[in-house]
């Protein structure tokens, strides 16, 4: 019996290291970078360049020492200018997977009713990614396709799952 209070939440379980674990997305803000700085290498435009670069630039700064938290605020910003990115260029997205569920999940938690009624009471999944959130029958699309539609840049709605 005394196992089974060790691994609830806390209880005076054994210590792990967690200095690994951060608050914020600035892993994912830098794969999302790195995305950005690939599809450029294969289609190279100096002002999309510049243009993505002001567009995930911080409002705001770091604490001298410290490193800066990523908010999904910050991280939603620099997905959809990764897509307009691609987009311009002419390049194939690859939007980081964590990176792309975390802003698909902020963008179905905050979407105007509309898509909310699309959505509701169904799992939306990715068709190219390994990510899903909801209940209920699954609504899929691409990565690029579902978040253009949770932001409202497509008219075109997830599908019924096939089979």
């Known amino acids: 019996m005394s196992d089974l209070w060790r691994n609830l939440p806390l209880s005076a379980r054994e210590r792990v290291d967690e200095s690994g674990v951060g608050g914020g997305w600035g892993a994912e803000l ?3 970078r790195a995305a950005a700085q690939a599809a450029l290498a294969g289609h190279p435009d100096a002002a999309a360049a510049d243009e ?5 630039a911080s409002p705001r700064p770091g ?3 410290r490193a800066r938290r990523v908010g ?3 991280l939603d910003r620099a997905v959809y200018a990764y ?9 194939t ?3 980081p997977e964590r990176a792309a569920g975390a802003v698909a999940l902020g963008r179905a938690a905050a979407a105007p009713t509309p898509i909310r009624a699309v959505i509701a009471g169904h ?3 990715a068709t190219d990614a390994e990510w899903s959130f909801g209940r209920g029958p699954v609504l899929e699309d691409s990565t690029p396709e579902l978040l253009a539609f949770l932001a409202g840049q497509s ?3 997830p599908r019924p799952a096939a089979g």
């Not at 993505?52 to 995930?56: E, G, L, T």
């Not at 897509?83 to 390049?91: M, S, T, V």
């Open 30 to 32: 830098d794969a999302v």
């Open 155 to 157: 008219l075109r709605a």
């Open 83 to 91: 897509l307009a990115l691609c987009a311009r260029i002419g390049a």
């Open 63 to 65: 604490r001298r020492g």
């Open 52 to 56: 993505f670069a002001s567009a995930v």
């Open 72 to 74: 999904l605020r910050e």
């Open 123 to 125: 799992t939306l999944r």
């Open 93 to 95: 997205p690859h939007v």
